[in-house]
């Protein structure tokens, strides 16, 4: 019974030896794998952190490049506000000398002489069409009117060359990009 006894205890020894091999082995294994994952998960938190920063560093970017794109709309928009409202002026300018020149032209009396002097109307052709295109405006210069100086001063008839010569120059781009 001596001899059982301690072949149940070396049988016991061994299987609690084994096991604790087992056990020990499997441990191992189980910490070389939390070590792996531990690695993957920092490394993975490593990318991550620089995907979050590369992110803010991009928004920041884009964001001071919406800003530098809106201030400079809004420079633009000024800037061409500006060139509107100085046209308007320039336009309403010109209207009035137009229109303080067209009375002069009427009190001495020149307007129906410049009609009666003045040549045919200029016809304008389709662009589809095979016929060559009709003469422009800048094609018919002002006709020469003889007032006498004595009636009139000779700086204000010259004035008045200069700003219907004028008129005619202005009025002529505008007719032309329209055909």
């Known amino acids: 019974m001596q001899q059982l006894k301690l072949d149940l205890n070396k049988?016991?020894?061994?299987?609690?030896?084994?096991?604790?091999?087992?056990?020990?082995?499997?441990?191992?294994q189980l910490i070389e794998q939390l070590s792996v994952f531990e690695k993957s998960v920092n490394e993975a938190r490593r990318e991550h952190t620089k995907a979050v920063v590369a992110m803010r560093q991009?928004?920041?970017?884009?964001?001071?490049?919406?800003?530098r794109h809106s201030e400079k709309i809004q420079i633009l928009e000024n800037y061409y506000k500006e060139e509107i409202n100085k046209l308007s002026e320039q336009l309403k300018a010109l209207g009035a000398d137009r229109n303080l020149l067209m009375v002069t032209l009427k009190q001495e009396g020149l307007v129906g002489k410049y009609?009666?002097?003045r040549k045919s109307p200029v016809v304008f052709h389709d662009l589809d069409s095979s016929e060559p295109p009709?003469?422009?405006?800048?094609?018919h210069p002002p006709p020469e009117v003889d007032v006498a100086p004595s009636v009139v001063?000779?700086?204000v008839l010259q004035d008045l060359r200069n700003l219907s010569t004028a008129i005619?120059?202005?009025?002529?781009?505008?007719?032309?990009?329209?055909?």
């Open 168 to 179: 005619l120059e202005d009025v002529t781009p505008s007719d032309n990009s329209d055909t």
């Open 11 to 28: 049988q016991q020894t061994d299987t609690e030896n084994k096991m604790k091999r087992s056990f020990d082995e499997e441990k191992q």
């Open 58 to 67: 991009t928004e920041r970017h884009a964001d001071r490049e919406k800003q």
């Open 115 to 117: 009609k009666s002097q």
């Open 134 to 139: 009709g003469m422009t405006i800048a094609e």
């Open 153 to 155: 001063g000779p700086s």
